[in-house]
């Protein structure tokens, strides 16, 4: 029998494992396939995949860990296989695809900011990485460079036949044709939220009790931009209205139109997405009224989290105090809902590890 592996979730960095172990979070890391495969010691190997994407290097060491296994692998694609888990999904030596099942195709994704110099490199960066995972797609499809490329820039779904027929997959699983109800969109935390959140756990110079009893963090500052100063004796050019702009550049009115109306609803669709962990529904609310994003509603979800966490163990220690129990050990067998307080309790102290490691300048 073969040994089965779960792709399900965001693929992260291995650096990055620890905050979606804190919020509950499905996740895959190059660490954890490359165990598992280990593991596996050249047995048969089926790999079940429904995953949005994300890091395009982790993407890239799970495709390579799977080309590199000396056993057969199946990939068994049963939800979508996005962006990076597409990537992936090609490393192994058959692709099989649910009759539900989707693949998303598309060009590299990053954000930046800095002088004309740093724009060019980043761009470069990424006409390099979109070359990069053309090289995976053309070993698998047999298409050409041109032809993948076209279908990454329009950012292309595949159903199950369609991936097949496109050499993305080699077979539709099952014999019958089944309807499908599901619409598509899953969290992902954002390099930008991951700094964000580790840069408060610093901040709060965290260790494992400190975690619980955290109240609130200060929040960050926006900057501050100061307008340029008009030379004195000169004209401040004319302002456009938006009717005039419309006018005088119609196509390019539509496109940001267009940009801005699909900005929303990738925005609400994301929150809604986000709205399924357990107390986040109300933080999704106010963000979906108000304009906030996922970032938001993550960095106010974590620090009620962590106040909720404290108050109750603020109030064991002042039920332990005025009971005089305080001090005595518990003998009483454990039930489960302590064993699964024990198992949150050492993902908070990995929380606290990571968070003394990016405060020391170094990941361990």
Same mark, same amino acid.
């Given at each position: ?12 960095? @291995? ?69 990076? /888990? ?34 060019? =490199? ?8 979109? +070359? ?28 199950? =036949?369609?991936? %097949? /027929?496109?050499?993305?997959?080699? +077979? ?27 840069? #408060? ?10 975690? !619980? &009893? ?17 030379? *004195? &004796? ?29 900005? *929303?609803?990738?925005? %609400? %669709? ?14 999704? &609310? ?17 620090? /009620? ?15 332990? #105090? ?7 050990? @518990? ?6 809902? =302590? !064993?699964?307080? *024990? *198992? ?9 590890? #990571?968070?003394? /490691? ?5 990941? !361990?």
């Amino acid at each position: 029998m073969a040994i089965r592996i779960n792709m399900f979730g965001a693929i992260i960095s @291995n650096d990055d494992a620890w905050l979606y172990e804190w919020f509950d979070m499905d996740h895959v890391t190059p660490r954890s396939v490359s165990k598992q495969l280990e593991q596996a010691a050249g047995q048969d190997v089926e790999v079940y995949i429904n995953s949005p994407g994300g890091d395009v290097w982790a993407g890239s060491e799970i495709y390579t860990a799977l080309r590199e296994y000396t056993g057969k692998t199946v990939a068994k694609v049963v939800g979508v296989a996005a962006s990076a /888990a597409s990537v992936g999904m090609c490393g192994a030596d058959t692709v099989l695809m649910s009759p539900t099942a989707q693949v998303m195709i598309h060009r590299a994704l990053s954000v930046a900011r800095g002088n004309k110099d740093q724009m060019d =490199q980043a761009g470069q960066m990424l006409d390099s990485v979109d +070359e990069g995972i053309i090289n995976a797609y053309e070993q698998k499809t047999g298409k050409s460079r041109e032809e993948i490329m076209g279908l990454m820039k329009k950012e292309t779904f595949f159903n199950a =036949q369609e991936a %097949v /027929a496109n050499g993305l997959a080699d +077979e539709v699983m099952f014999a019958q044709t089944e309807k499908v109800a599901a619409s598509f969109a899953a969290p992902l935390f954002s390099n930008e939220v991951m700094d964000k959140i580790k840069n #408060k756990l610093i901040q709060a110079k965290l260790t494992p009790a400190d975690i !619980k &009893n955290m109240v609130s963090e200060q929040q960050e500052k926006p900057t501050t931009i100061q307008p340029e100063k008009t030379p *004195e &004796n000169k004209e401040e050019p004319k302002k456009m209205d938006m009717n005039q702009f419309k006018a005088e550049h119609p196509d390019l009115f539509a496109q940001i139109s267009n940009d801005a109306e699909k900005a *929303e609803r990738d925005r %609400v %669709v994301a929150l809604q997405a986000y709205a399924k962990h357990p107390g986040a529904e109300s933080f999704v &609310n106010e963000a979906i009224a108000n304009g906030g994003d996922v970032a938001s509603v993550a960095l106010k979800f974590m620090e /009620a989290s962590m106040k909720r966490n404290g108050a109750e163990l603020q109030n064991r220690k002042d039920d332990a #105090k005025d009971s005089g129990a305080e001090g005595v050990e @518990n003998l009483e067998a454990k039930n489960d809902d =302590q !064993k699964k307080k *024990e *198992e949150k309790d050492a993902v908070t102290a990995r929380m606290a590890a #990571k968070a003394a /490691a990016f405060k020391n300048g170094g990941r !361990k």
